[in-house]
């Protein structure tokens, strides 16, 4: 299928309310499932995924993660150091760029330089140090006071870093900001590879619902021959004994009568339109995932008519073989964008 470094394994894990599923897909680069070629705006992409970024500037670091679950619409969550929770609005615009749909959880976390002085009292760190000193003379080992100091200094709330209260300066966000579209990147990557493989699981449930669909055409015909021999030959073992004879017309009025009450021509043929333009809507990609979850819907509704009408228990099985695929669609298209 292609070079070799056009083809990669990828584990691909996706959480939603349901559970986790994990696969491997085999995906060949620039080409769908189905073959047709398409262009890096055009890949089905998941609303679940994680990203991740680190960038240092100047004295300080700035990391960020980012993770996304799906939704029905954009919700974007900023945690981390300050004050960039109260900053959502700033950051929702440089996530717009990246992701259209799904709740999306950033979390921030700035390394700035160290202030010169200590959160601790002078006397109480001398005090601590000095004590520390000593410990380590009777136990003989006062090599090791440096590397315990220099780990004492380290410990949270010993020594005080910079806060920023209100807009962090402009050289600040500026890493911020290209840190998180980094971060942004990877989860578009993400979200790009598991789309792939949601798009041939879902092509691969659309040629069985297909061939359910197939059985159910192929089927129908029979029916109606098989229900007017069985008919007659209920009206002839009814009559039999009393030698009564039925005109033909009678009983070709009824087999009429269940043609009209059992034709599910209309519905089969409203469900194969709706399964040519869910595989079109696959193998388009970007943001399809609404369409994908409204055609389901209305597959779902015509089987449901389907099976009601039609009187025949082959046709039935068929039917609640179609209605479990549906479902299983149904779970994936969720996760769409």
């Not at 691909?12 to 309310?17: D, L, M, R």
């Not at 000193?133 to 220099?150: I, K, N, T, Y």
Request: charged residues 25%; negative net charge; glycine residues 6%.
């Amino acid at each position: 299928m292609g070079n070799p470094e056009q083809v990669r394994l990828w584990d691909v894990v996706a959480e939603n309310e349901s559970g986790t599923s994990r696969w491997t897909v085999q995906v060949e680069l620039g080409k769908p499932a189905g073959g047709a070629e398409v262009g890096p705006d055009r890949v089905l992409e998941s609303m679940t995924g994680f990203g991740a970024a680190r960038r240092e500037q100047a004295g300080r670091a700035a990391a960020v993660e980012v993770r996304s679950l799906n939704n029905r619409y954009l919700k974007v969550v900023v945690r981390g150091d300050e004050p960039y929770p109260m900053y959502e609005a700033e950051i929702e615009r440089v996530v717009r760029r990246y992701v259209r749909r799904g709740t999306i959880t950033v979390h921030i976390s700035v390394e700035r330089p160290l202030l010169g002085l200590t959160a601790w009292p002078v006397d109480t760190l001398k005090t601590q140090l000095l004590h520390l000193r000593s410990v380590c003379q009777q136990a003989d080992c006062p090599e090791a006071f440096p590397h315990l100091a220099g780990t004492l200094l380290l410990l949270p709330g010993v020594l005080g870093k910079t806060a920023h209260v209100g807009t962090p300066p402009s050289e600040e966000w500026t890493l911020v900001e290209a840190t998180l579209e980094a971060a942004l990147e990877q989860l578009g990557t993400m979200r790009r590879c598991e789309g792939r493989a949601m798009a041939d699981e879902l092509l691969r449930l659309h040629q069985r619902l297909n061939q359910e669909l197939n059985q159910i055409q192929q089927r129908l015909p029979q029916v109606k021959t098989e229900y007017a021999q069985r008919l007659r030959e209920r009206v002839r073992q009814a009559l039999q004994e009393v030698e009564v004879t039925v005109e033909e017309t009678h009983l070709l009025r009824e087999i009429a009568l269940f043609a009209e009450r059992s034709d599910v021509t209309e519905e089969v043929a409203r469900l194969q339109a709706h399964l040519d333009q869910f595989a079109s809507l696959v193998q388009d990609g970007a943001e399809v995932g609404r369409k994908l979850e409204f055609l389901v819907q209305e597959m779902g509704r015509e089987a449901n008519t389907l099976g009601a009408k039609a009187a025949d228990v082959l046709v039935s099985r068929h039917v609640v073989e179609i209605k479990a695929l549906l479902e299983k669609a149904r779970e994936l298209v969720q996760n769409v964008e």
